[in-house]
């Protein structure tokens, strides 16, 4: 059976995932990419916030055509959407926008507005965990751009792992990468990158809860700044 057809129960692949982390932890992150594609076939796909298009890059080389998964929260930056709509016109990959169940609007109308000054944490799961789910039952495998130097919540991040909620295997090929790793290779290949990073921000996430980073802050300081939340709910 190939790869696209072949089915594979939870606990195989988990095993899967916990082998390859291994065995991969050394390889190149198109090479993990490469294994990806090999093992997976269609039901593998990168998931982009359009930060940049690192790994949506290193995955057309692996998978010509590859799903890129993307959230359209409703709270984007213009520029965001704007390299979503430029990756879809250059590369080699096949974007696919998934947006709530609910515009912004009607989430103010039954949340309250501001949702996501009050609760983050639950406007995340409203707009980004719970499409993300519904989006990925399909596939087998979905692969990241996290990277271990981004920040303390990170370090440990496997290039292959196992997504215990969704039941799938997460892969990371860039976990290794340095932020100059990742300059390096936009330079030396013209991939798309978010125009935000050229002008002081390090992550880029929804608009009203992203800020410039200062000096001597990691990566991820400028999500949700002046408070205890680190991460959106995506990864753990």
């Given at each position: ?31 993990i ?35 890129v ?53 639950l ?17 087998q ?12 919540t ?49 992550s ?28 959106c709910?995506?990864?753990?």
């Open positions: 059976m190939t790869a696209v057809q072949e089915e594979r129960t939870t606990e195989d692949l988990k095993a899967l995932a916990e082998r390859a982390g291994r065995e991969l932890e050394d390889a190149t992150a198109l090479e990419l490469q294994w990806a594609a090999e093992t997976f076939g269609n039901r593998f796909c990168v998931t982009s916030s359009m930060e940049d298009a690192v790994v949506a890059h290193l995955a057309s080389r692996a998978l010509p055509g590859v799903d998964v993307f959230l359209d929260t409703g709270y984007h930056f213009p520029e965001t959407i704007g390299t979503r709509d430029a990756v879809e016109a250059v590369m080699d990959v096949n974007v696919i926008t998934l947006t709530p169940r609910q515009t912004v609007a009607e989430q103010d109308a039954e949340y309250g507005p501001k949702l996501h000054a009050r609760d983050p944490d406007c995340c799961a409203l707009r980004k965990v719970k499409p993300l789910e519904e989006g990925l039952k399909g596939y495998a979905w692969a990241t751009g996290l990277r271990r130097d981004e920040s303390e990170r370090a440990n991040t496997p290039v292959v792992g196992w997504d215990e909620k969704r039941g799938k295997v997460k892969i990371s090929p860039i976990a290794k990468w340095s932020q100059e790793d990742v300059q390096t290779y936009v330079t030396e290949h013209g991939v798309l990158t978010n125009p935000l990073l050229m002008d002081g921000y390090a880029v996430g929804c608009a009203p809860c992203t800020r410039r980073v200062l000096e001597g802050e990691d990566a991820r300081a400028g999500r949700w700044a002046g408070r205890s939340k680190t991460e709910g995506l990864h753990g």
